[in-house]
């Protein structure tokens, strides 16, 4: 099924050049009809598909939809309005990017595919080196699969500049010990957008993901 249709992707590439409240309230039945209604009804289908596999996954697309609205509080740049419409489908939705999950990021650009942890606290942040120190080949083996290095690559994430001691012997053996956040990140053309076959190449990448994202959910809890 195609749940999105080329003005999709020109929505996006026109507000890039009118990055501007009076372009987009012009726009906003254009935006409604290509962008958000068929965002939350793709959204909805993911959380189906997931769910044949993951059956506790029990939330709405509404609460994982992220706003088009941009936070500009802290920015130089004032434009009002992302380039790009995005997702978090986990337990958690967009509330609580801690949770590991599915981040979905549809763009002119690319199809971005993320899983991990972005937001741990500090207790998270202890729980998962804890776990991961204990045995440091069990997870290094998870990251290393054939399948998931193919999808993804490697963990990223903010890693701390000095490493207390505390932790130095496990560090190491396994330097992601020192990240402050567990995340990876896949890509695919923005063709795949007005693909038939969108669901179906996104739930591959959910089933490559989901050994880590499992272990960094028992791990933070």
Excluded at 105 to 118: A, K, N, W, Y
Excluded at 148 to 164: C, H, L, N, Q, T
Aim: glycine share 4%.
């Amino acid at each position: 099924m195609q749940y999105f249709t080329q003005d999709f992707v020109e929505f996006f590439k026109e507000l890039e050049f009118n990055n501007h409240k009076e372009w987009f309230h012009a726009n906003k039945k254009r935006y409604e009809a290509s962008v958000k209604r068929p965002f939350e009804i793709f959204v909805s289908k993911m959380i189906q598909e997931i769910q044949k596999y993951d059956p506790t996954l029990q939330i709405d697309a509404k609460d994982c939809v992220l706003r088009i609205n941009r936070d500009i509080r802290f920015s130089e740049d004032k434009s009002p309005y992302n380039l790009h419409y995005t997702a978090f489908i986990s337990k958690g939705g967009r509330k609580d990017k801690s949770v590991p999950g599915l981040f979905l990021r549809l763009s002119p650009i690319m199809v971005g595919v993320m899983g991990g942890c972005f937001g741990i606290t500090k207790e998270q942040l202890f729980n998962l080196r804890t776990k991961i120190s204990d045995n440091p080949k069990d997870f290094r083996k998870l990251i290393e699969e054939k399948h998931f290095v193919e999808r993804f690559g490697e963990i990223k994430g903010r890693a701390i500049k000095r490493i207390p001691k505390e932790w130095k012997e496990a560090y190491k053996i396994e330097p992601l010990i020192g990240n402050k956040q567990f995340y990876f990140v896949g890509e695919e053309p923005s063709s795949l957008i007005i693909s038939e076959s969108l669901i179906d190449k996104l739930m591959e990448y959910w089933k490559i993901m989901r050994p880590v994202n499992e272990y960094l959910t028992k791990a933070i809890q």
